[in-house]
């Protein structure tokens, strides 16, 4: 009989502890929110991945305060919270208030204690807008200009700088490689949009933290993480996705889940994407149409009329993308993580080319990027425990692998030519964090990496099979390696004043053997031994709860790599590019001032202007090559151009921010860039977008999610395009003088999403409603005409 008694009760408490767990969900998606702060008094707690805190703990007459830095703050009595049974819905804000991130410092910061100029795009607003790439992600940001060649690609420009010099991170791990051109490139979509848990931009130079090509900025992605249980119990969750969009046939499926253990947890992520030719928009600017392509009929090249010329023959790929994460905590000191990411592209036709005119007939018969892979290996070790040199310390170590290949094949002509390029990558990070007092923090570490890249070419009759050699693109056994350390100082000097500096010593070597067997060149060798030392100081100053400045300055640096130094190749019609043995490292000098100021925290305006000289800038110019101005490449006499290191190249501009929760369902937001650089002899640089933005009108109430918006972008006059993309005139309008330039272009898009209940979510939206014909600036490919998006979503 007692043990009956006993038992009883014992349930009794469990039930009692059961009621005083809180659960937080998203008034919008009914799903779970993580991370949501839990204060009353001096107690705090924190939703764990379920959306649940244990708050068996607080007073029964507390007042409980519920924060989080996407969601408005949700304030209630512990009565009233059991009249709800415990269970809260937060409504979403577009503010984003005491915001955390983490690419400042490499460490979670405070973005009211960090002087730069950071953009957070979140898994949720992911989920909701339907980017098909990594590049679109970026695009959501409204703040990075994407640039595409073809459909399969995706180049994203930040403040006036792109391709080599802004960086990609990816886990902590520098995603840049050693054959990173200073053209356009499509690296980024290598990642898979669905299986990225948060992304960050930072603005302006982070070659401090970073080191080089850090000059424009950085985009920190951080993909999916595995999950621990908070109790013993093991637990399975996951998501699925399904979705279809007409421009481009597209047909995508997705899936993850994570098996989470109190120790141990197991994340995996597939991702499959197929896109059929795209189709262009039929208003305006007719001379963007596709009249003809050239067809293999008859075992011979022709030239056939295209049917529709509003569809982008040829543009169409796909791509697959697996991601596998394995985390062990034996303690609350030690976390371990394994991750491993692939991912491949089909053939990808370079559409930029494949438009391409000479004697007024199509130039190409044939031109693709061959299926670009990339995997990633990395091992995650952070130890948390206070020490006399660091409180928390990370170690990463990784090897990445890269391969990409080109094919191109002239109209009329029996070979085609193949180059294939493939780089290992092996790095590795220590950081280390240490909080010195109450107010001062110091971040330290080193990094290491090696860059090792095969080349090779050849000729392949397509009658034949016959091969031959033929030139490759790069050196091949070529060496690219470099070493650093950094340190980081952040003090809070009061409640309303934060002081950021820091300092980072980078050494660079480069190794690359010349083969003369197809250009005799009038050297052997190109080596490279360099150093660079850069700083950041940084202020800000918050006189209340309603303001913040920020002014930071801050160096970046890039080092040629072996893109820059070793390749031949043609870079538009008639003009080939050729090494140079005198190229010398680019500095960037950055200033920043940053105003943010927020009215009755319901609405937030972020003004930023920066300024950027940019010293003894890599940039193209006109070049000689054994005393020659022009030679003979590809069976046709190209003018000579090289990469050299002009003198000064400034680049100025503005961010301009507004955001508003207008009222309880309806929110604002725009996004506004301008950008003007020049080189030393006053032409405009290559990767300065036209000023750029979007406005969005954002409905929300339970279940429903609405967006009404605008992309836009203003015109950049002929004489305000950089003379490499002058030469360009067929990708470009005409102005009234027959000149190529970039027209200016807007669109109306709307998206909608529906929960039908906790696990299942309908997603439908229209992007360019007008069915406006445009093309973005320095884009090959023409952007998608009407599309009708429709997706499924599940979460359980």
């Known amino acids: 009989m007692k043990l009956i008694y006993i038992t009883l009760i014992l349930n009794f408490i469990t039930v009692l502890a059961w009621g005083q767990t809180v659960k937080l969900v998203d008034k919008t998606n009914l799903q779970a929110i993580e991370n949501v702060v839990i204060t009353s008094g001096n107690q705090s707690v924190i939703t764990d991945i379920y959306g649940k805190a244990n708050i068996s703990s607080f007073e029964k007459d507390a007042v409980l305060s519920f924060k989080h830095p996407f969601f408005k703050e949700y304030v209630i009595s512990y009565k009233d919270l059991e009249k709800l049974n415990f269970k809260i819905a937060l409504s979403e804000s577009i503010l984003n208030l005491d915001e955390i991130v983490v690419s400042a410092n490499r460490w979670e910061q405070n973005k009211k204690e960090i002087p730069n100029k ?32 073809q459909m399969g690609g995706g180049s994203p420009m930040i403040r006036g700088f792109s391709t080599n010099r802004i960086l990609i991170v990816v886990d902590g791990v520098r995603m840049n490689n050693a054959i990173y051109r200073s053209g356009n490139l499509q690296n980024v979509i290598s990642l898979d949009a669905n299986s990225i848990e948060n992304t960050e931009v930072i603005f302006g130079p982070g070659s401090v933290i970073y ?57 995996t992520s597939i991702s499959y994407s197929d896109y059929e030719d795209l189709k262009m928009g039929t208003k305006q600017h007719q001379e963007y149409t596709r009249p003809e392509y050239v067809s293999w009929i008859s075992n011979q090249d022709s030239v056939v009329k295209n049917k529709d010329i509003n569809l982008q023959k040829f543009t169409a790929y796909n791509q697959i993308y697996l991601m596998q994460k394995i985390r062990f905590r034996p303690n609350k000191h030690i976390d371990i993580q394994y991750g491993f990411q692939y991912s491949q592209l089909s053939d990808v036709p370079r559409y930029d080319r494949l438009i391409q005119y000479k004697n007024n007939q199509l130039k190409y018969a044939q031109w693709y990027y061959g299926p670009q892979k990339w995997m990633m290996n990395t091992l995650n070790l952070k130890y948390s425990k206070n020490t006399k040199f660091f409180d928390e310390a990370k170690f990463i ?57 095969n080349s090779s070419g050849q000729k392949r009759n397509i009658y034949t099979g016959e091969i031959e050699p033929y030139a490759s693109r790069y050196p091949d056994n070529s060496d690219y390696s470099s070493f650093a350390a950094y340190l980081n100082y952040k003090n809070n000097i009061n409640k309303k004043m934060t002081f950021n500096a820091g300092i980072r010593y980078n050494r660079v070597l480069l190794n690359a053997d010349f083969d003369t067997t197809f250009y005799k060149f009038p050297f052997d060798d190109i080596k490279i031994n360099t150093g660079a030392l850069n700083g950041s100081l940084g202020l800000v100053y918050r006189p209340d709860n309603t303001w913040q400045l920020n002014i930071n300055l801050a160096s970046g640096f890039r080092a040629p790599n072996i893109d820059d130094v070793g390749k031949v190749f043609d870079s538009e019609p008639g003009n080939v590019v050729v090494p140079n043995e005198n190229l010398k490292p680019e500095y960037a000098y950055n200033l920043d001032l940053g105003i943010v100021k927020t009215i009755n925290k319901s609405i937030k305006i972020d003004l930023t202007g920066f300024y950027t000289v940019l010293s003894n800038a890599m940039v193209r110019r006109d070049f000689s090559f054994n005393g020659q101005d022009s030679i003979m490449y590809d069976g046709e006499l190209s003018k000579v151009e090289a990469l050299v290191n002009t003198d000064e190249a400034t680049v100025y501009g503005f961010q301009l921010g ?16 301008f950008t003007k650089g020049k080189d030393k002899k006053g032409l405009p640089l290559r990767h300065v977008a036209p000023l750029f933005g979007s406005t969005h009108l954002i409905f929300k109430v339970p279940k429903i999610h609405a967006d009404l918006y605008a992309n836009y972008n203003a015109e950049l006059s002929n004489e305000n ?14 102005d009234k003088d027959g000149k190529p330039y970039s027209p200016a272009w807007f669109t109306l898009n709307g998206k909608i999403s529906y929960q039908l209940n906790h696990f299942l979510q309908l997603n439908a939206g229209v992007e360019n409603i007008l069915d406006v014909r445009y093309r973005p600036y320095s884009s090959g490919i023409v952007s998608a005409g009407r599309n009708f998006i429709f997706a499924l979503r599940a979460s359980f």
């Open 118 to 149: 950071i953009t957070a795009i979140s898994a949720r607003e992911v989920a909701f807008e339907n980017p098909q790439t990594t590049a679109d992600l970026l695009n959501l940001s409204g703040e990075v200009f994407i640039q595409k060649s």
């Open 211 to 267: 080191g080089s090509d850090a000059i424009g900025g950085v985009m920190d992605f951080h993909t999916l993480q595995a999950k621990l249980s908070s109790d013993k119990n093991l637990k399975f969750s996951g998501n699925a996705l399904t979705r279809y969009s007409t421009a481009n046939i597209e047909k995508t499926g997705h899936t993850d889940f994570n098996i989470a253990g109190k120790k141990w947890a197991f994340r």
């Open 658 to 673: 507004f955001y508003g929760d207008i009222l309880k369902s309806l929110s604002f937001k725009s996004n506004l860039t």
């Open 721 to 734: 395009l950089a003379p490499s993309e002058q030469s360009k005139g067929y990708m470009y309008a005409k």
């Open 397 to 453: 170590l990784a090897y990445q692998n890269y391969e990409e290949s080109r094919h191109d094949r002239k109209f009329k002509k029996v070979d085609i030519r193949e180059r294939t390029e493939n780089v290992d990558i092996l790095s590795t990070n220590i950081d280390f964090d240490k909080q010195l007092n109450s107010q001062s923090y110091l971040f330290y570490g080193f990094e290491a990496l090696s860059n090792k890249i």
